[in-house]
Each structure stands twice: as C-alpha cells, then as structure tokens.
C-alpha cells in the first residue's frame, strides 16, 4: 500500500510540475485539417523526410490535438530507438506538453471511465472531444512506454502501469461510445478517423494481452485487463481498409506482430502471406521508405531468400542517413542474416558495428561478437585483431538494470561467459547457435534445406569434439545436452522426427547430471511437445508443455518460455475446436 500511496503521490506532484508556463491559444485550424497534416506528416516519416514532418507540426503542436499526438509520436520513436538519455528527456518533456494540449479538448472534468455514463446521452460528447479522448489515450500509452526505459526503479514501473491502464480504459469507453452510435447511414470522415482510432488502440491492447501467459493475465484481469487475440487481429484487420490517419498504423502493427512478435513471443506460426499483402501497397507508395524496405527485407529472411534480405536490408541502409537508429535494426537483422549461412566473418562485421555504434545492449553487443568470433576459422579470427577471452571478460562489466532488475537476455549472457574469467577458461560450445535458437532462429534457417544441412554438420562436429575430450571439464554434460538439443531442432526441421526425438530424449534423461545450463531440460520439454504436435499427437503434445510450464521455474530465459508455450497451448485449443466443428 504504501508504494501505490507513494506513486499516487508522485502523480500528483508531476501533475502541479506540468502546469503551463504560458496560457494556450486556440487552435485556428479545425480538427479534419489538423487531421489530413498530421496524416501528410506521417506520408513525410515514411518517405524518410523526419525533419520535415516535425517541422510540419511544430508550428501548432502545443495548440491542435493531432499536430501534438504527431509530433511527440515522432520524438517517442526516436527515443525508444536511440536510448540516448538526452533524446528521452526531450521527448518526455514533450510528450507531458501533448498531454496537456488533448486535455484541453477533453470533456470538462474528464476522468478515466466516465465516458461510460455518456454512452446513454451521447450527444452531449461532442465531436472533437471524441476524438480529444483516443489522442489523449494514445499520448498515455506513449508516456507509459518511455516511463519505462527512463528510470530504473519499481515506481516507475508501477507509475508506466498506472497509465496503461488508463489509456487502456478509456479505448474500451471510445468502443462503447462507438457501439452504442450504431453505423451511421453516411459516416463523416470524423467518424471514419475516430472509429479507425478506437480499432488500433482495442487491436493492439487484446492482441498484447492474449500473449501474456494465463499466470500474468489472471492477475491483469483482476484490475481489469483482458485479451482475445481473434477479436485484436479483426479490429487492426479492419482499421488497415481506408485511408485514415491510423490505416498505417494498424499495418504497422500486424506486420511486428506476424514478422517479430509471433516468431520471438510465440510458436512461430506469424502469417506471412497476410504481411506481405499488407506491405504490397505501401511498397508502391513509399519504395524507397526505409520503414518499408525493413519489412520487405525481413519478409524475405522468414521466406528463407537469405541473399535476397541482405540486399534488402543494405538498401535500407542507404536509403537514409538521418536516422542511424534504422540502420542498427538492420545491422542486427544481417548479422543473424549472415550467422544463418554461417558466413561468419560477414556475421561479425555487423557485430562489430553494433558494438560501435549503437546503445541498445552492449552486454548482448559485445557477447555476440565473441561468440561470433569463436565460431570463425583461426585465421579469419586472427584478422580481426581481436582477443576472444577479454572479450568475453567485458561481458558482465556491460550489464544494465531496469526497475532495479537485470535484462533477462543480458543475464544470460553474462552467467554464460564467466566461463572465460577463470585463468584456464572452457570455450562454450556452439554459443552463436545456442543464442540464434533463444531468438526462434531455428525455424527461419528451416525455410532453407541447404542451411539446416550444414548446421548439422556443424553440430555434429561439435559433438565429435565433445567425445573426443580426454578430460572432461565440469561443463561437460552440459555442452553434451546443449548440442544434443540443437541436434534435435535440425533433424526436425529436416524431417528426420524419430532421430530428432532420441535428441531431446537424451537431453531429459540427463537432467540430474545437469550443473549450470537448467533452462535446457523445460526447453526440451516444449520442443519433444511441438514435435508429438507435428505428429498429430495433441493430446501428448499438451501433457508435455503443461510439465514444462508446471514444474520448472527459476531457469534462464523463463519469461520467453512461458510466452511460447501460452501461444502453443492456444493453437493447439484452436486446431482441437476446429477439428470438433469440422465432425
């Protein structure tokens, strides 16, 4: 209690050190103008043109809803890329002065949810206070997202929390509003925006939700929260038809969620025929659009035309120069391009660059390049000038926290090179593959047969290795476990099932002898329970996530697990309820 007295408290003092230091003017122009410039300032973003947009909607920013939601939207995405202290700072500072404009255009003494008692007398809820709402809920769900990058203590999480949940309920008011009008005989274009608004703002909120494991949403539920990923699919579906200002914006979300979210978060099963449709038009409007050709260029990675991606993502790159954050994405995207062809010496030049240049992760930076550089020919190595074990020393000196806890990937990164402080260090084994299969890239290099074929043989070579060792180190039936696991994904991926589940089979059988890498057996688990599903056996498959899910926990990497197996358990519900209706 005390903490939420403390935060309430927070909030409060924030709200007197936001109060204006001018007074406000009003804004000459009316809300469809304002609207159609903050949509040509989106068309300006796409087109690479960044400076240009926010020259376009600085001039009215702190006096039109829209000119305000645009140009803190812009600032918020380049913080959220860069990390530079500097560039959230301003775009905090910013992003409160939004609010405040949106508050202006609100209902008089507007406060979460009592948009509710307008639904009966709607017409008391003028048109630019509607659209006032979805502005200001959008500047929220904006504020919550910097909140959380900015500090790093518990209050601020608690306080990004807060926010959430306030702009989450005032979507689900803007929807009732919405329901309750009915379809008007002749939408207004007005309406056609504020409906499009109220479909990005339900879409995203239920297709996040419905990710969350049943353990994180029961409590969610309990202040409110709830998701339903077919209901946050068709609400974003129907926001991408028309022309409105969050058209783009739904598309944008689809495409993150069927390329990234449901590969990294879920049992890869993204739709890519459904993202490569929505991409076609905007591939015509914008082809030289770095935001575009990221998309085009990552489409082509999880078709498995690996060439075809790096020449995507290298055009990307020269397509702008502005916005340096747009190439670490892409520099990211060939260093994993290049690892899956096992072109290492190009999979460590974008290593390199990533170290140099960017501020995401440092600790995940430099432990990748060292992994890399493990995995490359003595003397393409040697080339480098670089030393492998200070490199992987630096690792743990380069860990951050956020809310007073380390960043799971970071943590993993470290425990996994303390193997090099020891004066006789133990080389990890395989640590670019066992890292490419945290990051789901297994299922991607399945797309190339060619690939997967010469992954095994790398493993397998690893494994000879292992053998051969005439004493074995304290790691050993770790490394043992671990190459027996990335066998295992290869040989399923290549069809071989019954040898692939030997694989994981061996990996469970050695659970007690494990030492250090525990998060392989409840991994091994999910990935023997995806094999029985391929098999057809729902009912086998199920019993194994369900003892993965149960009677595990306090392993590397937990959270990444449970999100997959809540999204395999859900397809696997819905494949037994579509086979139900079918007989």
């Known amino acids: 209690m005390d903490v939420m007295e403390d935060t309430a408290r927070a909030e409060d003092e924030e709200h007197f050190e936001d109060a204006y230091d001018r007074i406000p003017t009003a804004c000459d122009m009316d809300l469809q103008s304002a609207i159609q410039e903050t949509q040509c300032a989106?068309?300006?973003?796409?087109?690479?043109?960044?400076?240009?947009?926010?020259?376009?909607?600085?001039?009215?920013?702190r006096d039109s809803m829209y000119h305000a939601l645009g140009y803190s939207s812009i600032l918020v995405m380049q913080a959220a890329m860069t990390f530079e202290q500097g560039?959230?700072?301003?775009?905090?500072?910013?992003?409160?002065?939004?609010?405040?404009?949106?508050?202006?255009?609100?209902?008089?003494?507007?406060?979460?949810?009592?948009?509710?008692?307008?639904?009966?007398?709607?017409?008391?809820?003028?048109?630019?206070?509607?659209?006032?709402?979805?502005?200001?809920?959008?500047?929220?769900?904006?504020?919550a997202t910097l909140t959380f990058v900015?500090?790093?203590?518990?209050?601020?999480?608690?306080?990004?929390?807060?926010?959430?949940?306030?702009?989450?309920?005032?979507?689900?008011?803007?929807?009732?509003?919405?329901?309750?009008?009915?379809?008007?005989?002749?939408?207004?274009?007005?309406?056609?925006?504020?409906?499009?608004?109220?479909?990005?703002?339900?879409?995203?909120?239920?297709?996040?939700?419905?990710?969350?494991?049943?353990?994180?949403?029961?409590?969610?539920?309990?202040?409110?929260?709830?998701?339903?990923?077919?209901?946050?699919?068709?609400?974003?579906?129907?926001?991408?038809?028309?022309?409105?200002?969050?058209?783009?914006?739904?598309?944008?979300?689809?495409?993150?969620?069927?390329?990234?979210?449901?590969?990294?978060?879920?049992?890869?099963?993204?739709?890519l025929a459904e993202a490569e449709a929505l991409l076609e038009p905007y591939i015509h409007k914008y082809p030289k659009g770095a935001i575009i050709q990221f998309y085009t260029a990552r489409i082509a990675a999880?078709?498995?035309?690996?060439?075809?991606?790096?020449?995507?993502?290298?055009?990307?790159?020269?397509?702008?120069?502005?916005?340096?954050?747009?190439?670490?994405?892409?520099?990211?995207?060939?260093?994993?391009?290049?690892?899956?062809?096992?072109?290492?010496?190009?999979?460590?030049?974008?290593?390199?660059?990533?170290?140099r240049e960017s501020r995401w992760s440092k600790a995940i930076y430099v432990y990748q390049k060292a992994a890399i550089l493990s995995m490359m020919s003595v003397e393409d190595a040697e080339k480098t000038g670089e030393d492998l074990v200070e490199l992987f020393r630096q690792v743990e000196g380069l860990k951050q926290r956020l809310a007073g806890k380390s960043i799971p990937l970071e943590k993993f990164a470290v425990r996994k090179s303390r193997r090099y402080k020891a004066s006789s260090p133990v080389p990890l084994v395989l640590p670019v593959l066992e890292m490419m299969y945290i990051w789901s890239g297994f299922t991607i290099v399945a797309k190339r047969a060619d690939c997967t074929e010469a992954l095994l043989v790398t493993i397998e070579a690893a494994e000879e290795r292992l053998a051969g060792e005439a004493q074995p180190s304290e790691f050993h039936v770790d490394d043992c476990c671990l190459v027996q696991m990335l066998k295992g994904l290869c040989l399923k991926h290549a069809g071989r099932l019954l040898q692939a589940e030997l694989c994981f089979t061996h990996v469970l059988s050695s659970e007690?002898?494990?030492?250090?890498?525990?998060?392989?057996?409840?991994?091994?688990?999910?990935?023997?329970?995806?094999?029985?599903?391929?098999?057809?056996?729902?009912?086998?498959?199920?019993?194994?996530?369900?003892?993965?899910?149960?009677?595990?926990?306090?392993?590397?990497?937990?959270?990444?697990?449970?999100?997959?197996?809540?999204?395999?358990?859900?397809?696997?519900?819905?494949?037994?309820?579509?086979?139900?209706?079918?007989?």
Not at 46 to 56: H, I, P, Q, T, V
Not at 227 to 255: A, K, M
Not at 311 to 317: A, E, L, P, T
Not at 516 to 528: I, M, R, S
């Open 42 to 61: 989106l068309s300006l973003v796409l087109n690479n043109k960044f400076s240009e947009a926010l020259d376009l909607l600085k001039p009215l920013w």
């Open 150 to 271: 900015q500090d790093e203590n518990m209050i601020s999480f608690i306080k990004g929390g807060i926010k959430i949940r306030s702009s989450y309920q005032i979507y689900k008011d803007c929807h009732n509003v919405l329901n309750a009008s009915g379809e008007p005989k002749g939408k207004s274009d007005s309406h056609r925006q504020f409906e499009g608004g109220v479909k990005l703002g339900m879409g995203s909120f239920n297709l996040m939700l419905s990710l969350l494991p049943q353990r994180i949403l029961r409590l969610l539920e309990f202040i409110g929260f709830s998701g339903n990923r077919e209901f946050g699919l068709s609400q974003l579906r129907e926001g991408t038809s028309g022309s409105t200002l969050r058209s783009i914006l739904c598309t944008l979300t689809l495409l993150f969620y069927h390329t990234y979210v449901s590969l990294v978060l879920g049992s890869g099963e993204g739709n």
């Open 512 to 583: 007690n002898r494990i030492r250090y890498d525990h998060y392989l057996v409840p991994f091994t688990l999910y990935e023997l329970a995806l094999l029985y599903r391929q098999q057809g056996d729902c009912t086998k498959a199920a019993a194994f996530m369900e003892n993965a899910k149960s009677n595990y926990k306090d392993y590397s990497m937990e959270s990444r697990l449970h999100f997959r197996i809540h999204s395999a358990l859900n397809n696997l519900e819905s494949s037994a309820d579509a086979s139900a209706s079918n007989v």
């Open 87 to 143: 560039d959230i700072q301003i775009a905090m500072a910013t992003i409160k002065e939004a609010l405040h404009t949106c508050q202006r255009f609100r209902k008089k003494n507007s406060v979460v949810g009592s948009l509710s008692s307008l639904i009966s007398r709607q017409s008391n809820l003028q048109e630019e206070e509607m659209h006032a709402e979805l502005c200001y809920a959008e500047c929220l769900l904006q504020k």
């Open 302 to 355: 999880l078709r498995g035309h690996f060439e075809k991606a790096c020449s995507g993502y290298q055009d990307c790159v020269s397509s702008q120069q502005e916005w340096k954050q747009i190439h670490h994405l892409c520099y990211w995207e060939l260093m994993w391009t290049h690892s899956y062809q096992q072109d290492w010496p190009q999979a460590y030049r974008y290593a390199d660059l990533l170290c």
